[in-house]
């Protein structure tokens, strides 16, 4: 274990960061060029465009239930290496795919080649470090994340404008191998031999098992499905929202960039102080302000129309600003009891979360045809159900303290 008074180097941060940063470039550069996608596939139906990205994280929660597991036996590096191979495989699919249900079924592999990189770089994270300090990292780790959704939209636009949309894939390929590279040369392996496990039905039972007798643990996996399923349908709404409901095409990629930014800012932000207040304290009074940011929006706006796009950023502003305080939390506490079970719980966690969050976003998305107000309805009923539970994780944490 690393010792948590060790700073991380700048590299390490950078590493794991671009490990998780290429699943938000395999959706985000993706963004403005739906309706291209849509047009080549005959796929006109705004609904069908956000299986484009709620089907990836189908794949990124159920390819964790596999590489988890089996990076607690053969190592977090050869199996980063065979995520990188399934995602150029399903890149392929992509660019040859006829009609929406192959493009559905590229997005699907995509995710499950991808869910490598994000369980992985996270139990790699946690085979280092754990705690706050944990929490920091992670915060770090994020930070540098969120510079991929600030920028990647507006790459996604001048390759479209300039190219086409299968240039895309092209690129993602070609960063894909560049990071494969830097992987290999630099990163050591992380999983200590006594903490090796082999991957079997049985293995993977007791580690459930394993998993769910920490209540805090399976409490903070709901609230991560839930919290990830309502921004999820932002993610696959925003192109609609923008573009469709308030005619901004051409602003689309800055005002996205923008929203971005205020989750980098919060994440970085979350960084510096989560050591001096803790990490529940921040999860508790982020996920609070989340929750009622959005049902002021709704409130004020439940009988109207849109409002202008200036008061709907703002609004989205802040709300997703609160985000950069709840992500890194949330699964800092809830992979904190379980490092000696790193990648089956990593697997575990995002994949219950997952399953959760993705037919939220189905469902909730379903409903945003001319206002955006199902978004925030969406966003306050999943905030308010993850503070409930919360209260609830905390309360029985202090009866189990109990003599």
Known sequence: MQNTQDR???EFIALMASLMSIVAL???????????????????????????VTMIFLGLGVGQLFFGPLSDQYGRKPMVYAGFVVFGIASAICLLAPNLEVMVLGRILQGIGLSSHRTIAISIIRDLYKGDYMARVMSFVTAFFILVPVVAPAIGKVIVDNFNWQTIFYVHLLLAGILWIWFWKRQPETLRREYQIKFSFKSFVEGAKEMFRYS?????????????????????????IFEDQYGLRDAFPYLFAALAISIGTSTFTNGTM?????????????????????LAYVLLFLNTGNPSVGVLVAFLFFQFFCLGFMWGNFRSIAMEPIGHIAGIGAAINGFISTMISVPIASWIGAYLDDTALPLFVGLAICGFLSVGIMFLARQRKKALARP
């Open 274 to 294: 989560v050591v001096r207040f803790g990490m529940r304290k921040l999860a508790l009074a982020s996920t609070i302000g989340f929750s009622a940011i959005a």
């Open 216 to 240: 805090e643990t399976v409490a903070f996996t709901f609230i991560s499905g839930l919290i990830t399923g309502s921004f999820l349908v932002y993610l696959s709404t925003a192109q609609h």
């Open 8 to 10: 991380p180097h700048f």
């Open 26 to 52: 395999a959706i985000d550069t993706l963004l403005p060029a739906i309706p291209n996608i849509g047009e080549t596939i005959n796929s006109h139906d705004s609904a069908e465009h956000q299986l484009f």
